[in-house]
């Protein structure tokens, strides 16, 4: 989604939400744990736990929580087997999504994801349908501060970021995704702290929802899917147009 759109502020102030209320908690520990499954416990040698152990300390998880997700992924602690898949399927509108999903039963997930597209107008969609239509970024969130667009393109492209974008109140950094946490480190070398920094699909161009009933169904499809239980992150290629925004909201 465009970053200038008012559905991703939208979409940055639920996050903030969840925040609040106690789920990020479920969806951190769980990105620790495969993190650590796939790449080992060690920090220094796996770039995605150094990065998930940062988002966990900005937001105050447990360091105690940290060590037992992290034990749980590389078999120290018992715990359920858990696997990280990313289902794929079409909103109204033909919108794309992806579902980036953590859990202990996969038949379970994916029986679940398929109800859920089916009730919300939507349909369930096979491996690769959608993919295509996105590329894996790393997406680094700064507040605006004073920091204005010639100088965040000039940290960005000393940091090693590929792209930047107008996000309201944020400044959007894209680099490629393996290069997520050396873009972050060296923006907080240079004194810009990141707000967040996310592994992301990103789509190659977008659908604007000019339509309100269709806006008020792809968002409650979305919804629906980023507050399921095993969700880690849903990524779609729509934008709210500007006339409608208000009336969804």
Not at 80 to 105: F, H, K, Q, R, S
């Amino acid at each position: 989604m465009a970053g200038h759109n008012k559905w991703s502020k939208v979409k940055h102030i639920k996050a903030v939400v969840d925040v609040k209320r106690g789920k990020v908690f479920s969806k951190l520990s769980k990105e620790l744990t495969v993190a650590a499954k796939n790449g080992g416990s060690n920090p220094d040698l796996n770039a995605r736990l150094r990065s998930a152990v940062l988002a966990a300390r900005a937001a105050n998880f447990p360091n105690d929580n940290i060590d037992r997700a992290i034990k749980k992924g590389t078999g120290e602690l018992e715990g359920a087997a858990i696997e990280e898949i990313t289902y794929e399927g079409y909103g109204p509108g033909g919108v794309a999504l992806m579902v980036e999903i953590v859990t202990d039963n996969r038949n379970r997930a994916a029986n679940d994801l398929r109800v859920m597209f089916d009730k919300n107008q939507g349909s369930f969609a096979d491996a690769g349908s959608v993919a295509y239509m996105f590329s894996r970024l790393g997406e680094i969130r700064i507040e605006k501060g004073s920091l204005t667009e010639d100088a965040i393109t000039e940290l960005a492209l000393e940091a090693g970021a590929d792209d930047v974008q107008d996000a309201g109140d944020d400044w959007l950094l894209y680099t490629a995704f393996e290069q997520t946490f050396h873009v972050a480190s060296a923006l907080r070398e240079k004194g810009v702290t990141p707000t967040s920094q996310n592994l992301i699909y990103k789509p190659a161009s977008t659908i604007t929802i000019t339509d309100v009933e269709v806006g008020r169904a792809i968002i409650k499809l979305y919804d629906v899917l980023d507050d399921y239980e095993d969700t880690q992150a849903v990524h779609a290629n729509f934008e709210i147009a500007d006339e409608i925004a208000d009336e969804l909201s």
